[in-house]
């Protein structure tokens, strides 16, 4: 099984808003080489989230400090300084490792009904469904956790966000659009299949504010879509999985871009995180297959939600488990 014919999230949710960024990052493979603080805080905070589950059972203290550890272990793999100058401090606010400390302590007071009664089932648990209409291709993913709470089987997905209103603390337009991502009816499609002794797995976004001041909102935000929607989901993905496909198939017969192949969406150039990153391309290059080398401050690094090694064995054993 190639890993070209699997197709997760992030690389679905590119190309619908826009197929020549998909295009450059995911056929080219290119990416910029600055490093997003916002991805790398997510990263860390969902680390400090898988020692936080796993060692629950812990003294409070210990559960804080073994979390913080794999926060900061996260963070300084990414580059960044684990005890940053009052400079980078001030870069990085409110997204610094003093900030994910305090929360992390308020996380666990907080959660602490749900980590006394909860059984982890599994953290950081890749999986990979087949596709039911189209041949040798499968969409895979990660399911941050999933628990056993008071007789339901929850897929938790952990997030931060800046989204702060002063009721409520969580903004009503970042918690109402978890209810319409195609990102967590992909989880709980996925849960659906890898747990069907189960009953239906529910996702619940556990969302955590980032702020400088505010260390302790903290929200649940529980889904649970009708099976109406999944088949809805399903067939959406299908169709956006057969265009990816179709394009990359005109580019591989062609050699280069042709007219109508990873087409541009000028739309999508500036968005709510700012401008697209490879909008200078964009701008300066018609064809960027046509280039000899990614530009200045663009790398060549192939998209792996997880390493190829896993992906395989993973398929290999979906495969398996299919055929009986």
Not at 75 to 98: A, H, I, K, M
Not at 112 to 134: D, F, G, K, N, W
Request: with cysteine; glycine share 4%.
């Amino acid at each position: 099984m190639l890993p070209q014919q699997c197709f997760d999230n992030t690389q679905i949710s590119s190309y619908k808003t826009c197929p020549r960024s998909y295009f450059i990052r995911h056929v080219l493979e290119w990416r910029g080489t600055g490093t997003a603080i916002p991805l790398v805080f997510g990263l860390s905070w969902h680390n400090a989230m898988d020692a936080l589950y796993t060692n629950k059972d812990l003294p409070h203290r210990d559960v804080i400090e073994l979390s913080f550890e794999a926060f900061k272990l996260e963070w300084e793999r990414n580059g960044f300084n684990p005890v940053p100058s009052l400079s980078q401090d001030s870069e990085y606010s409110p997204r610094t490792p003093t900030i994910a400390k305090e929360m992390l302590d308020n996380y666990l007071h907080t959660r602490r009904r749900l980590l006394h009664e909860c059984e982890l089932i599994s953290y950081e648990q890749p999986v990979a469904v087949p596709m039911p209409t189209v041949d040798d291709t499968w969409y895979i993913g990660r399911l941050d956790k999933t628990i056993s709470y008071q007789g339901q089987t929850i897929i938790l997905e952990h997030k931060t966000t800046t989204a702060y209103a002063t009721i409520g603390n969580f903004r009503s337009d970042y918690v109402d659009s978890w209810y319409s991502s195609s990102q967590v009816k992909g989880y709980q499609f996925m849960g659906s299949l890898y747990y069907p002794d189960k009953n239906a797995p529910q996702v619940w976004v556990d969302a955590s504010l980032v702020h400088k001041k505010i260390h302790d909102a903290f929200k649940l935000i529980p889904i649970n879509h009708s099976a109406i929607l999944l088949q809805e989901w399903l067939v959406d993905t299908t169709r956006w999985i057969q265009d990816i496909k179709k394009d990359k198939a005109a580019f591989a017969e062609a050699g280069e871009l042709t007219e109508g192949t990873f087409k541009r969406n000028e739309d999508s150039c500036y968005g709510k995180f700012g401008s697209c990153p490879f909008l200078d391309i964009c701008r300066t290059c018609a064809d960027p297959s046509k280039l000899s080398a990614p530009p200045p401050g663009f790398i060549k690094e192939v998209w792996e939600p997880f390493s190829i090694l896993g992906l395989t064995k993973l398929l290999t054993t979906q495969e398996e488990i299919q055929n009986g």
